[in-house]
């Protein structure tokens, strides 16, 4: 007798960040879309494989370290 193999999967899990300081909000996606943008600017020939982000909502800054090597700033 054959045995039947059932898969399942695993839906992702849709998620979202939002920082709120001195009556402001940041969301996440929207300081990812602010320090890309920041990258391929300062960067123009230069591939972007990775992104780490920093918020500081004290400094209305967000700070990003692209490719493990390449680092910058980008206002809030």
Not at 46 to 52: A, R
Request: with cysteine.
């Amino acid at each position: 007798m054959a045995t039947k193999k059932t898969t399942t999967t695993k839906k992702a899990i849709k998620t979202s960040a939002v920082i709120q300081y001195q009556g402001a909000e940041y969301s996440e996606a929207d300081c990812i879309k602010k320090a890309t943008a920041a990258f391929k600017k300062a960067y123009k020939n230069v591939e972007l494989e990775t992104l780490n982000i920093y918020i500081k909502p004290e400094e209305h800054k967000v700070y990003y370290v692209a490719n493990t090597d390449r680092v910058g700033s980008v206002d809030l």
